[in-house]
């Protein structure tokens, strides 16, 4: 079973995280995001964002996607419980790592935006090379890919805090980790994304917006 509990013996998972940082990324992705078209989350975790995004954006029509089973449950009971099914549609068994991926004609065709909020450093690298290739070949010129996490900067960690997450995250897998930003700068540059728009964000974790 993945981390967090389950909320009032269904199927709904609660992140506290998830609290914590939706009104801030949200504030972040107001800057950010097309005035219209389909958004694409990848690894949307327990749905809590997803929903959150799509009372605060109802113009855009928010994908999420997971391969977790048991997180995709949690995302479409998070879209029921909110009212949200005649809006946003049943989350997608997409595995980031996996390519080429599988959207389907209809999210390709108006895909407007890619979101990953805390993925990278619970992956290995080769899930940032496969999400940067697919947003790439997929993503209209101008849209944005926006990640959001911890990153490390110039060599260093930006706090101890992240420091001993690193540690933690190294502990329970030699391919995960807090990312270098230079990294994944010239990961973006390989593909063919400028240089990312960078915001600190609270709990020392970072905004970044990649277009091409």
């Given at each position: ?102 959207l389907g004609a209809s999210l390709q065709a108006d ?86 728009e960078v915001r600190s964000m609270p709990a020392n ?8």
């Amino acid at each position: 079973m993945t981390e967090g509990f389950f909320a009032d013996r269904d199927l709904r998972l609660e992140f506290p995280a998830t609290y914590r940082n939706r009104e801030p990324i949200a504030a972040v992705l107001a800057r950010w995001l097309p005035q219209s078209g389909h958004v694409l989350e990848v690894a949307s975790g327990s749905g809590e964002h997803a929903v959150f995004f799509q009372q605060c954006f109802p113009v855009l029509v928010w994908h999420t996607s997971d391969p977790d089973p048991d997180h995709r449950a949690s995302i479409a009971a998070w879209i029921s419980h909110e009212h949200l099914a005649a809006r946003m549609p049943s989350p997608l068994p997409l595995d980031v790592a996996s390519r080429p991926w599988s959207l389907g004609a209809s999210l390709q065709a108006d895909l407007a935006a890619i979101v990953a909020i805390n993925l990278i450093h619970i992956a290995p690298w080769a899930c940032c090379e496969a999400l940067f290739a697919e947003a790439a070949s997929r993503l209209p010129k101008k849209a944005p890919l926006v990640l959001y996490g911890p990153f490390r900067r110039n060599g260093c960690h930006t706090s101890d805090s992240n420091a001993a997450f690193d540690h933690s995250l190294r502990s329970r897998s030699p391919l995960w980790g807090v990312r270098d930003l230079e990294a994944v700068e010239a990961l973006a540059a390989h593909c063919g994304f400028r240089a990312g728009e960078v915001r600190s964000m609270p709990a020392n974790n970072l905004a970044i917006a990649y277009r091409r």
